[in-house]
């Protein structure tokens, strides 16, 4: 599994980014994948998953409405549209081959992250 984010950066409350994981090594569109992100000195969180066709998705109630997991099969690439940033949404994003609907898949299932930093 190889997975390479990008799209991170510095934003101002209130701005928007769009983060990307390029996969290979494994069959991406019969995977469902997620995004897991983690603050400093906090545990990983859950953030969002979808399913192989892009169809169902599932947000964690702190991004709800303000975040939007997306998928290209034909690109192996998921997106993160992340718009209305909060402090509080600072910290490093990986996407992950998920291992279920919701929740932290093991870390060997994780890419390199890529950090969100919320700041004004």
């Known amino acids: 599994v190889q997975l390479v984010e990008s799209g991170g950066g510095m934003v101002q409350p209130g701005g928007s980014l769009r983060l990307s994981c390029a996969a290979s090594g494994f069959i991406f569109s019969i995977h469902w994948m997620t995004w897991v992100r983690q603050a400093p000195g906090k545990g990983p969180e859950w953030v969002s998953s979808?399913?192989?066709?892009?169809?169902?998705?599932f947000y964690a109630d702190s991004v709800e409405g303000r975040f939007t997991i997306s998928r290209d099969n034909a690109k192996n690439t998921l997106y993160l549209q992340m718009n209305s940033l909060q402090p509080e949404d600072t910290a490093l994003y990986y996407c992950?081959?998920?291992?279920?609907?919701?929740?932290?898949?093991?870390?060997?299932?994780w890419g390199q992250g890529t950090q969100v930093t919320v700041s004004s």
């Open positions: 979808v399913d192989t066709g892009g169809g169902e998705t």
């Open positions: 992950a081959r998920a291992t279920g609907q919701t929740g932290v898949p093991p870390r060997a299932f």
